[in-house]
């Protein structure tokens, strides 16, 4: 369990892997994002895009399941406070592997017993290119 007092500036933690399927992206896009170019594929090819590529919002929830599996599932963490930057980079594709990594960008007290935690996370794909970052706030609890 890592509390608060155990991330320290500048650390990076890798953050796994996932490929991403045709058929999540289409999944994911017809729920939630059901633009053409990410639920049609004939519209997609006509696309600035010149095919299939997956919505940018499942892009960073793939990003943020890799840092729950990664980080938090194993921390004293108490929520976020919210997100101050979020960019897509590049599009994803079906059969992109992507792979993350967070870094701690600064530590401060919140209020009691917890602390405020700022960190950078970067989705790459297969190629090391970046996908996607946002920098986020979490809340931890201290160990006292």
Known sequence: MKYYEDFHVGEE????GITVTR???????????PQ???ID???????MFEGLIASGWHTASICMRLYVDSVLNDSSSMGSPGVDQLRWKRPVRPGDTLHGKFTILEKKPFRKGIGLIKGRA???NQDGKLTMMFIGNGMF???D
């Open 13 to 16: 933690i890798t953050l796994g």
């Open 23 to 33: 058929e999540a992206i289409l999944d994911f896009a017809k729920r939630f994002d």
């Open 41 to 47: 594929e004939v519209a997609a090819k006509s696309s």
């Open 141 to 143: 609890g201290t160990k």
């Open 122 to 124: 970067e989705l790459f």
């Open 36 to 38: 053409p170019f990410h």
